[in-house]
């Protein structure tokens, strides 16, 4: 079991300043760069301070300057927001002042309150259909000269300049959750991400085969890397687990907001949808939280991933963001790195 970090650049309210926020999330990463980490994610995201990241190259740039092994990935990518060229020489030329340390993660897109902004008309659900058209472009331009011809991007012969320092191109990964992205995913020798939210074991378990029936179907492809998400808070005392509790509550009730699409954000942050109005609290329930995500002290967490482990997963993503204050996000990693991680070495 290898482990991932996904962290954002986040503020659930202008309490903290943003130059607090920077320091702690390079710190996060450092700390994770000299535990071992595989990976550390970058999502991109736009208008929005609980997922501070415009360009998720920017990011991985400023985190590779201060780190040393830990691998950079975008995730993701958000398609619809993309010029086939554009998106290959930045990718190309992260790579390159990286030393060949990009991982290209892509996906579809996630609130229609940004696509609104972004590409206006275009809705959320169709969003994946950039991402299939997209993807094949950026991989022939990263090979050379390069016509494109399609629904969505038409441009003469042209090529990613500079090209990636990786040979063929960085790894590439795909959020998937629909049975097509996996799909597609394998027949494009594309890893795989996937996370389920706060939805129990079982999203996890669907997701799998999901990723399992992909592979019987496309014979002879190389076997991916199988990728799993979890928010995740480790604590010493089982007393302090109210704590991430609320903290995540509070950002779901944010989130709810924006995949409704309610017009309700005021300078970037989201108003909190009191989950007691909400037809769907049950998902938002303590208990459930709790058992759901990567919640708990480090013998609960060993014992939660080790349940993965034997479903078949890969890697583990830590997702650190999730409204937690800075102190408890920086204790919570350590604890981890210090106490879960050793159990899988």
């Given at each position: 079991?290898?482990?991932?970090l996904?962290?954002?650049?986040?503020r659930?309210?202008?309490?903290?300043?943003?130059?607090?926020?920077a320091r702690?999330?390079l710190?996060?990463?450092?700390?994770?760069?000299?535990?071992?980490?595989?990976?550390?994610?970058?999502?991109?995201?736009?208008?929005?301070?609980?997922?501070i990241?415009?360009?998720?190259?920017?990011?991985l740039?400023?985190?590779g300057?201060?780190?040393?092994?830990?691998?950079?990935?975008?995730?993701?990518?958000a398609?619809?927001y993309?010029?086939?060229?554009?998106?290959?020489?930045?990718?190309?030329?992260?790579?390159?002042?990286?030393?060949?340390?990009?991982?290209?993660?892509?996906?579809?897109g996630?609130?229609?309150?940004?696509?609104?902004?972004m590409r206006?008309?275009?809705?959320?659900?169709?969003?994946?259909?950039?991402?299939?058209e997209?993807?094949?472009?950026?991989?022939?331009?990263?090979?050379?000269?390069?016509?494109h011809?399609?629904?969505?991007?038409?441009?003469?012969?042209?090529?990613?300049?500079?090209?990636?320092?990786?040979?063929?191109h960085?790894?590439?990964?795909v959020?998937?959750r629909?049975?097509?992205?996996?799909?597609?995913?394998?027949?494009n020798?594309?890893?795989?991400?996937?996370?389920?939210?706060?939805?129990?074991?079982?999203?996890?378990?669907?997701?799998?085969?999901?990723?399992?029936?992909?592979?019987?179907?496309?014979?002879?492809?190389?076997r991916?890397?199988?990728?799993?998400?979890?928010h995740?808070?480790?604590?010493?005392?089982?007393?302090?687990?109210e704590?991430?509790?609320?903290?995540?509550?509070?950002v779901?009730?944010?989130?709810?907001?924006?995949?409704?699409?309610?017009?309700?954000?005021?300078?970037?942050?989201?108003?909190?949808?009191p989950?007691?109005?909400?037809t769907?609290?049950?998902?938002?329930?303590?208990?459930?939280?709790?058992e759901?995500?990567?919640?708990?002290?480090?013998?609960?967490i060993?014992?939660?991933?080790?349940?993965?482990?034997?479903?078949?997963?890969?890697?583990f993503?830590?997702?650190?963001?999730m409204?937690?204050?800075?102190?408890?996000?920086k204790?919570?990693?350590?604890?981890f790195?210090?106490?879960?991680?050793?159990?899988?070495?």
């Open positions: 079991m290898k482990f991932q996904a962290i954002n650049l986040e659930v309210d202008d309490t903290i300043s943003m130059q607090d926020v702690h999330t710190e996060m990463v450092q700390l994770a760069d000299r535990n071992n980490f595989s990976i550390v994610w970058a999502a991109e995201h736009h208008a929005l301070e609980m997922t990241a415009p360009n998720p190259f920017q990011i740039t400023w985190w300057t201060h780190t040393n092994n830990i691998r950079l990935g975008t995730g993701v990518v398609a619809p993309w010029h086939p060229i554009r998106l290959a020489g930045e990718a190309a030329f992260t790579d390159l002042i990286t030393e060949g340390r990009l991982e290209f993660g892509i996906g579809s996630a609130y229609q309150r940004e696509f609104d902004r206006p008309g275009l809705k959320q659900t169709d969003g994946w259909r950039y991402m299939q997209l993807l094949p472009a950026v991989k022939k331009l990263w090979q050379g000269d390069y016509k011809d399609g629904d969505f991007w038409q441009f003469p012969t042209s090529t990613s300049v500079p090209k990636p320092t990786q040979t063929p960085p790894p590439i990964w959020a998937a629909s049975p097509i992205t996996y799909d597609y995913a394998l027949k020798d594309c890893n795989v991400m996937c996370w389920p939210f706060t939805r129990p074991h079982s999203e996890a378990e669907l997701y799998k085969r999901l990723f399992e029936e992909a592979i019987k179907k496309t014979p002879g492809c190389r991916p890397i199988f990728a799993l998400m979890r995740t808070a480790v604590y010493s005392k089982e007393e302090d687990k704590v991430p509790i609320k903290a995540i509550q509070k779901l009730g944010q989130f709810e907001n924006l995949y409704k699409n309610l017009g309700d954000v005021s300078n970037g942050f989201p108003k909190q949808i989950l007691e109005s909400l769907n609290r049950a998902e938002f329930d303590s208990e459930m939280l709790q759901n995500l990567m919640f708990g002290t480090p013998d609960t060993i014992s939660k991933i080790k349940r993965y482990q034997a479903m078949g997963v890969d890697e993503i830590y997702y650190a963001s409204g937690l204050g800075l102190k408890e996000q204790r919570s990693l350590k604890l790195c210090s106490e879960v991680m050793p159990a899988f070495q």
